[in-house]
């Protein structure tokens, strides 16, 4: 099951994965060991792309086969994940002025299949909200996406926030997006910036592993 | 200030000519920025053409004038019903969203995949004939007609304005490309599964698409008669997509529209949002001196300058980041890097990279426009 999982995310084959799927789910297959043949074929597209022998068209329909695989999946099984075996909890959203989503929903999708907990606000975020469900959640990851300028000014004033509510140092900021540049990751006082969704997996398990070497 | 021998059409025609210029030329994108530099909200400026046109003006003149006037106005020139572009959802201010706030495209399908096989049958104008009002959910297409050609009737009034003023509109009409045109029309994830399940269906759809493209734009060019074509390009670049779906699905097409428009004696502007490093060698093969690679500030410019150079024209690129955020003197250094290196011989256009954003500082825009007006460059 597992290496024909593989092989048809690897080759972009969307009902083959389907099917396969279908198939162990009748056959008795745990479906926690499906969804993990699953984040493993997304982890090697995922390698894959950082190497540039697969695109972001790669990315982008694997990531579609991974969420309608994920809704094949028994729906209780995915929310009852314990966010404690998370690889990390990541608030993310598109600040307040900026609508724009693509970009958001594919690395939330690449993201969650290597088994982060996201916890998705949507777009047009106002400040306070990123601040509430950071709260609410403790996530120590914070990502923002953004396509527009306007977005800028909202990002600066969420991080300023976290700075009034105590929250800055624990809380790694990363924002990506096509009208983001390490310029603007400096003004807005971010922690990193890519446009690349492999890379904000990598900046993201590395704050979480540097965390985890802290407490340790 | 540089000595000026050229007027602003000389100087323009020399840099797509690859020919060296008095001095470099120079044009943010501006449209929502000239907007609230006149005080007005986003939401006046669309309700009210009349002011939106006197904010580009107005703007021009208060940044000292500049090359080409990127639009004379917020929209888009079109022939009623003849789309030279998907007609995608735009959220407008003031309407849809809040009275100061940017418009911005609403991306959702709005054909779905069984529409390709209808596309390919009768061609892209008799499908939206069709399609749009279904897609619109219920607004017929001759209400749409009747605002667009007013639009295009305003659109040839301030063209003429502003031509008598010695201001220079961009473009005479505007056209998605290929890929760019069916990825707002599926959107980009359900495009791209398109492209791996069905392209035979993709393919033909695009085949019976590409001449009425190139028609629309030609007719709106007739009427406008300014002979430059804004090619709108995003998606179809190598930071999406491996060059074989290029080779295929954009490429083809896009040669198609260059031997269509150089033919009618246009000069072909290709905005290139998004990394198009990887496309670049191909565009070698198009006739020289005759287009305009415009780059965002995420293809490499100089890089674009080693290949490009001597062959097309570049314009670009300083980012949107550097115009909203940096200080002018962030913005003076980076415009004379861009006339230092890839000004350097000629065939160089100081534009912004894309739009000039709506929270530009003015004085960063200023100094863009100035640098352009007072460096001559290490060349």
């Known amino acids: 099951m597992k290496e024909k999982i593989k092989a048809a995310f690897l080759s972009m084959k969307r009902f083959e994965a389907m099917e396969v799927v279908k198939e162990a789910i009748k056959s008795g297959e745990d479906p926690f060991s499906i969804l993990n043949a699953c984040r493993e074929a997304m982890d090697e597209v995922g390698k894959r792309f950082e190497t540039g022998e697969f695109f972001l068209s790669e990315l982008i329909y694997s990531a579609e086969v991974f969420k309608q695989v994920s809704d094949i999946l028994e729906p209780r099984l995915l929310e009852n994940l314990d966010e404690a075996d998370s690889q990390g909890v990541v608030v993310f959203g598109t600040p307040l002025g900026d609508i724009h989503d693509l970009g958001k929903n594919l690395v939330i999708t690449v993201m969650r299949s290597q088994g982060f907990t996201i916890h998705d606000l949507g777009v047009d975020v106002p400040p306070e909200k990123f601040i509430d469900e950071i709260q609410r959640t403790n996530a120590p990851i914070l990502a923002m996406s953004a396509l527009i300028t306007p977005a800028f000014v909202s990002m600066k004033e969420v991080i300023s926030l976290l700075k009034e509510k105590g929250l800055r140092e624990r809380t790694f900021v990363i924002i990506g997006g096509g009208v983001t540049t390490e310029f603007a990751r400096k003004e807005v006082g971010a922690d990193a910036q890519t446009m690349d969704p492999t890379e904000a997996i990598r900046l993201c398990k590395a704050f979480i592993n540097r965390s985890k070497s802290a407490i340790l | 200030m540089i000595q000026e021998t050229m007027s602003r059409q000389e100087r323009f025609e020399a840099v797509v000519a690859l020919e060296k210029p008095d001095r470099v030329p120079v044009m943010p994108l501006m449209t929502a920025f000239a907007v609230r530099a006149q005080g007005l909200t986003q939401g006046e400026g669309w309700r009210e053409p009349e002011k939106g046109f006197k904010a580009m003006l107005d703007t021009f003149n208060d940044l000292g004038g500049f090359d080409k006037l990127y639009k004379p106005n917020l929209f888009w020139p079109m022939i009623g019903g003849k789309f030279c572009a998907t007609p995608v959802r735009v959220k407008i201010p003031g309407r849809q969203l809040p009275e100061d706030a940017l418009n911005q495209i609403d991306e959702r399908e709005l054909i779905s995949r069984e529409d390709y096989d209808k596309i390919a049958a009768v061609g892209w104008n008799a499908f939206w004939d069709e399609h749009y009002e279904i897609m619109s959910g219920g607004r017929p297409i001759e209400r ?14 301030e063209v003429e304005i502003c031509q008598s003023q010695d201001i220079y509109p961009l473009f005479g009409a505007y056209v998605d490309s290929s890929i760019m045109a069916y990825s707002m029309a599926r959107t980009l994830p359900q495009f791209t599964m398109d492209l791996y399940e069905v392209p035979d269906k993709v393919k033909a759809a695009m085949d019976a698409t590409c001449d009425d493209l190139i028609q629309n734009a030609l007719d709106v060019i007739a009427l406008t008669k300014i002979p430059l074509v804004f090619i709108v390009l995003e998606r179809g670049s190598g930071f999406y997509y491996r060059l074989d779906i290029f080779e295929q699905f954009e490429w ?128």
């Open chain 2, 144 to 157: 749409l007609r009747a605002s667009q050609n007013r639009l295009l009737d305003e659109y040839i009034r």
């Open chain 2, 252 to 379: 083809p097409y896009l040669k198609r529209y260059v031997d269509a428009f150089i033919a009618e004696g246009l000069t072909v502007w290709f905005h290139f949002d998004t990394d198009w490093s990887l496309n670049l060698p191909y565009l070698k093969q198009l006739p020289k001196g005759k287009c305009v690679a415009d780059l965002d500030s995420t293809t490499d410019i100089f890089k674009a300058k080693e290949i490009l150079g001597g062959h097309m024209c570049i314009s670009g690129d300083v980012p949107a980041s550097l115009l909203s955020l940096g200080t002018p003197e962030d913005v003076r250094k980076y415009c004379q890097r861009l006339i230092d290196e890839v000004g350097r011989g000629g065939g160089f256009f100081l534009t912004t990279g894309c739009e000039c954003p709506v929270d530009a500082k003015f004085e960063n825009v200023k100094m863009m426009i100035d640098v352009a007006k007072t460096y001559k460059g290490k060349d």
